[in-house]
């Protein structure tokens, strides 16, 4: 079965950094878009950024130059290295994968497969 487990969250100061890892397991890894995502308690869940099997990314506006998402397929898993984070940035975030959008840059939560979340607090 799909599995996907994150790690790396924490509380950091505004300014710093933090690297979120997602090791995932069940599945082609190799040939999967994954992606990251955030969901603050009563918001829709946001898409952060996305790679695609050949490595192609993407990323919201508000993350451009601050975060880089990566993969590593030889570990079946996807990174994404945050700086200059913001209070803003504070959110659970999730790894996913197989995710459809409900409208630009967002994302249902009933769609694809999902980690456990793991939480980011910026101060």
């Known amino acids: 079965h799909v599995q996907l487990v994150e790690s790396g969250g924490g509380s950091v100061q505004t300014g710093g950094s933090l690297t979120l890892s997602c090791t995932a397991s069940?599945?082609?890894?190799?040939?999967?878009?994954m992606g990251w995502y955030r969901q603050a308690p009563g918001n829709e869940c946001e898409v952060v950024s996305t790679?695609?099997?050949?490595?192609?990314?993407n990323y919201r506006d508000s993350v451009k130059g601050r975060f880089t998402i990566s993969r590593d397929n030889a570990k079946n898993t996807v990174y994404l290295q945050m700086n200059s984070l913001q209070p803003e940035d504070t959110n659970v975030y999730y790894c996913?994968?197989?995710?459809?959008?409900?409208?630009?840059?967002?994302?249902?939560?009933?769609?694809?497969?999902w980690g456990q979340g793991t939480q980011v607090t910026v101060s």
């Open positions: 069940g599945f082609a890894f190799a040939d999967a878009g």
């Open positions: 790679i695609l099997s050949d490595g192609r990314t």
């Open positions: 996913a994968t197989g995710t459809r959008l409900s409208r630009p840059w967002h994302v249902s939560r009933e769609t694809g497969w």
